[in-house]
Every structure is written in C-alpha cells, then in structure tokens.
C-alpha cells in the first residue's frame, strides 16, 4: 500500500474489526437468551479455534 493511503486503509481495517465485533456481541446476546451463556462463549471459542486451524493449512495465509 502506498505510503498516502496507509490513514485510509488502517481506518478501513478498523472499521470493519469493530462492526464485526459489534455484529458478534448482537449475535451472542441473541443466543444468550436461549441457551446457556458458557455454551455461547464455548462454541465462539471453537469458531477461533477451527479458524485458526484453517489459516495454519492455508499456504497463502500461513506463508504472508
């Protein structure tokens, strides 16, 4: 990225991290009225898990 559009795009980056933290706190207060909390908090701890599993296998991701 060129140096002028570094502001630009870590902004960008930014935006998209929160609304996505926002969108997953609207997500797990939802399931949260209906099954227990620790369920909640454990199946999003596997969500991680296998994501993080996933990008180790991906070369293009692992190898940047």
């Known amino acids: ?5 570094m502001g630009r795009v870590v ?3 930014s935006s998209m ?3 996505a933290m926002t969108g997953a706190m609207a997500v797990a207060g939802g ?3 209906s099954i227990p909390v620790g369920l909640v908090i454990a199946g999003f ?3 991680t898990v296998v994501a993080g ?3 180790l ?6 190898d940047s």
């Open 45 to 47: 701890g596997a969500v």
């Open 11 to 13: 902004a960008m980056r």
């Open 53 to 55: 599993v996933l990008a």
């Open 17 to 19: 991290v929160f609304g």
């Open 57 to 62: 296998l991906t070369p293009s991701v692992r």
């Open 1 to 5: 990225v060129p140096q002028g559009y």
């Open 31 to 33: 399931l949260a009225e």
